[in-house]
């Protein structure tokens, strides 16, 4: 096809912005961190991912030096499943946790969490 000289570029929309994977998030804490609580105040709080969730581990760590699984990735623990819930929520899971017994020493909750793509938050 001589003489039809170069190709033509035309642009069909952009300009695009690359959104990275971001890091799962757990969010919306009740009690606020720090707050005084009861033996039978439940603790709450969202974990969210904008890519899915992958794995989840909950523990709580006490003053005391000790410390205790609450989420071992499928289900609660014993000491946390009669009284604790998880449900859906868009983009991830809300947790209520309580313990059966009630809660002894002040405590300190670790989330660790994977996402289906690799990233991390704890």
């Known amino acids: 096809m001589a003489g039809l ?3 033509l570029a035309f642009p069909v929309g952009g300009p695009f912005v690359f959104a990275p994977n971001l890091p799962p998030q757990v969010i919306n804490f009740a009690p606020t961190p720090g707050t005084q609580i009861t033996a039978k105040t439940p603790v709450t709080f969202d974990i969210v991912d904008d890519h899915g969730i992958a794995s989840i581990a909950i523990n709580v760590n006490f003053s005391n030096g000790t410390s ?4 071992a990735g499928t ?3 014993p000491l946390y499943a009669a009284l604790s819930v998880r449900t859906i929520i868009a983009g991830g899971f809300h947790y209520s946790i309580r313990r059966s017994g009630g809660w002894r020493h ?3 909750i670790s989330v660790s969490v994977l996402d289906t793509d690799g990233a991390t938050d704890s």
């Open 75 to 77: 289900n609660f623990t």
């Open 5 to 7: 000289g170069s190709p």
């Open 68 to 71: 205790e699984v609450v989420w």
């Open 106 to 108: 002040d405590l300190t």
